[in-house]
């Protein structure tokens, strides 16, 4: 069974819409850290968020925020407003603190159309 | 500067070749990492080193080599390159315990 999935493989939005990147993970261990990467088009991977098993807070960094929900293993990623320059694959991660392992999803391709 | 650098940026190799892929960092971490992109697939793991006396094999070790020469630097060997090992490797160190993953900017490997 994957470790992260992205169900979504692709997802085409217009400029100014709202558009919500799903991730569900599994895992046994009880301390364990969720991620975001940003893969735009040049190649790179950008870290955008890590969040660790014990702080449920939602965040918001000015257009992104994230939504980690223990109940039902996922931690949402949201873009409002959305712009050209959003457009990149995106990718979930899991790190098992305990299991020392860190697992990528297979990635989101987000294409923001003017 | 970047913190993670890789070099060569981009190669070209035939078939059979050995090749090296170098990967440093400055962030001062012990973790370091080696993963391969396939088109539309995301990062599999090659080899990791927690410090410079631990190297591990990751899910697709096959084929590769690794060396950790000090904490900073770790290099990606390629014994007899083939045409299925052309993808985009990329090199990453990671802090502990928060394991954040920081990426360099990759190596875009054709083997023809």
């Known amino acids: 069974a994957q470790k992260v999935t992205q169900a979504q493989t692709e997802i085409s939005v217009v400029e100014k819409e709202d558009v919500t990147l799903d991730c569900v993970y599994e895992?046994?261990?009880?301390?364990?850290?969720l991620f975001w990467y940003k893969q735009p088009p040049s190649g790179e991977l950008v870290f955008l968020i890590r969040?660790?098993?014990?702080?449920?807070q939602n965040e918001i960094s000015g257009r992104y925020s994230w939504n980690f929900q223990k109940s039902t293993s996922s931690f949402n990623f949201t873009i409002t407003a959305s712009q050209v320059v959003d457009s990149a694959v995106y990718f979930c991660?899991?790190?098992?603190?305990?299991?020392?392992?860190?697992?990528f999803g297979s990635g989101t391709k987000l294409n923001v159309k003017p | 500067d970047a913190d993670v650098t890789q070099t060569p940026r981009n190669r070209i190799t035939k078939t059979g070749k050995r090749i090296m892929l170098e990967c440093s960092q400055t962030?001062?971490?012990?973790?370091m990492y080696w993963y391969r992109q396939d088109p539309g697939l995301g990062l599999r793991l090659i080899y990791y080193?927690?410090?410079?006396?631990?190297?591990n094999k990751g899910e697709i070790s096959d084929g590769y080599s690794v060396s950790r020469q000090a904490q900073a630097k770790f290099s990606l060997s390629l014994e007899s390159a083939i045409p299925n090992q052309t993808a985009l490797y990329f090199c990453?160190?990671?802090?502990?315990?928060?394991?954040?993953?920081?990426f360099g900017p990759g190596t875009r490997l054709l083997v023809l």
């Open positions: 990453a160190t990671s802090d502990y315990p928060q394991e954040t993953q920081y």
């Open positions: 895992t046994r261990d009880t301390t364990y850290y």
């Open positions: 969040r660790n098993s014990f702080d449920e």
């Open positions: 991660a899991l790190s098992e603190k305990n299991f020392n392992k860190f697992y």
């Open positions: 962030k001062g971490h012990d973790r």
């Open positions: 080193s927690f410090d410079v006396k631990d190297i």
